[in-house]
């Protein structure tokens, strides 16, 4: 194998730069989030928006509800093309996650979800925070209307709902 770095300016390299701030982070994160990670090393946000749906098309990260992650095919790509990064790039991006860490580790992670399953629907609902997970329901709708409703729901209130759920099991 070659020991040449990749461009810091190149299409690779830019990609190889998102599966090693993803793979990094250890946890899915929204694009938003994920943004400031990668403009810190220099990309602009159409690129990053450009390159991670190019990542995702070719099976190296996922979107799940609008939450970004890598997959073991991007782990393995990673693993044979980060030695070929520029320090600096590696650099730039271990210093946002140094710096933001606690933010970045603290965010509550709300996840919503549903699956068609025979006649009716699968919603499953999660609320985690520091790795740890607060409140996970998983429970059958009868139409997809009400499957959507529900995630919608908990997405926009997922606190106030976590609270009566826990009021009303605890009184």
Known sequence: MNNQTIEP??????????????????????????????????????????????????????????????????????????????????????EYMNTHRSRLRDRLYIKAAFEQLGAGYLVRLSMAESGQTLLSLEFDTPTRDQAVAVCENWKANPQKIYSEVIRILTT
């Open 9 to 94: 300016s190149s299409e690779a390299a830019f990609r190889i730069l998102l599966l090693y701030a993803l793979s990094k982070l250890g946890a899915p994160i929204s694009r938003e989030e994920f943004a400031p990670i990668l403009l810190s090393s220099g990309g602009s946000w159409i690129d990053l928006q450009l390159r991670t749906d190019a990542l995702i098309e070719d099976g190296l990260a996922r979107d799940e509800n609008g939450e970004i992650s890598i997959t073991a095919d991007g782990v393995e790509v990673l693993n044979v093309y980060r030695d070929k990064l520029p320090d600096t790039s590696l650099t730039a991006v271990d």
